[in-house]
């Protein structure tokens, strides 16, 4: 059973910092796109960031472009969400994602993290 172990939420006052770590297993996460998913009260599940495989290729939803750096660390089989500058609209589950792109696109998602921006 595939299994994605986040770590990293909590409580943060607005302008602060927090980083989420995701780590999977080497054999999912070699080959694996992985990606950050928030899901705020009442709101949909919506993308916050991706990286490729060999960390070349990020992606960023507008709302956190150039506060949320996305990294992987491949020795590690981890993910990386550095949050930076958060506001109380940054308060979500975080999710994390491994997408493979086998002959047809497989998902695996993380439990979630909870993340309250809040003074």
């Known amino acids: 059973q595939v299994q994605l172990v986040e770590s990293g939420g909590g409580l943060v006052q607005p302008g602060g910092s927090l980083r989420l770590s995701c780590a999977t297993s080497?054999?999912?996460?070699?080959?694996?796109?992985m990606g950050w998913y928030r899901q705020g009260p009442g709101k949909q599940r919506e993308l916050v960031a991706t990286?490729?495989?060999?960390?070349?290729?990020?992606t960023y939803a507008n709302s956190v472009s150039g506060r949320f750096p996305i990294s992987r660390d491949n020795a590690k089989n981890t993910v990386y969400l550095q949050m930076n500058s958060l506001k109380p609209d940054d308060t979500a589950v975080y999710y994390c994602?491994?997408?493979?792109?086998?002959?047809?696109?497989?998902?695996?998602w993380g439990q979630g993290t909870q993340v309250t921006v809040s003074s």
């Open positions: 994602n491994a997408q493979l792109s086998l002959p047809v696109v497989v998902n695996y």
């Open positions: 080497r054999s999912i996460f070699s080959i694996s796109t």
């Open positions: 990286i490729t495989t060999n960390g070349r290729r990020t």
